[in-house]
C-alpha cells in the first residue's frame, strides 16, 4: 500500500487520482505493490487508474513487466486474443467477465477477469478503504 499518497479528483472530472498524477498520465514512480500478474510487493510502480468496487475505490499501481504485459494484450489482435482472465491467474478457458476498457497507443482491448480474480480485487479494494478508514479515526 503505498501510504504517502493519498487519492484527489485533481482534474474535477470524478476520477481519483493521487497527488501529482497527470490528467492522461502516469503519475510518477514510487515503491509500492503491484496489483497485476506479480503481486510483487516493495518494487517501483505507476498508477494506472482507480478501482471502484462496491462503492469505494482504491489506487490501481502496476510495475514495469505487468505493464507491458498490459501492452502487449491490447496490441493484439482481436481475433488472436483468448478469453483469458487478464488477472493474478491468467487462466483460459474459463468464465471471464468484462471490467474496463484499456487502451493503449491507438488500440484498444478489453480487460477480462474470472470469479475468483474479481473477488480477489475487490477484497484488496475493500481491505485498503478500511484501512484508510481506521487511520483517520
Known amino acids: 500500500m503505498l501510504t ?3 487519492a484527489e479528483d485533481a482534474e474535477g472530472d470524478g476520477v481519483p487520482r ?8 502516469w503519475c510518477a514512480w514510487v515503491t509500492g505493490d503491484c496489483w497485476l500478474w506479480c503481486e510483487r510487493t516493495g518494487t517501483a510502480v ?7 468496487s462496491w462503492g469505494t475505490h482504491a ?3 502496476a510495475c514495469e513487466d505487468c505493464i507491458r504485459r498490459l501492452e502487449e494484450q491490447v496490441r493484439t ?24 476498457e484499456v487502451g493503449h497507443r491507438g488500440g484498444t482491448a478489453v480487460f477480462h477477469a474470472c470469479d475468483e480474480c474479481i473477488g480477489r480485487l475487490k477484497q484488496r479494494v475493500l481491505a485498503l478503504a478500511l484501512d484508510k478508514d481506521a487511520a483517520e479515526r
Open 18 to 25: 493521487p497527488e501529482g498524477a497527470g490528467g492522461a498520465g
Open 77 to 100: 489482435p482481436p481475433a488472436h486474443r483468448t478469453a483469458a482472465c487478464w488477472l493474478w491467474c491468467g487462466r483460459e478457458g474459463v468464465p471471464v467477465t468484462p471490467l474496463a
Open 46 to 52: 505507476t498508477w494506472l487508474g482507480p478501482v471502484i
Open 4 to 6: 504517502d499518497m493519498e
Open 59 to 61: 489506487p490501481l499501481y
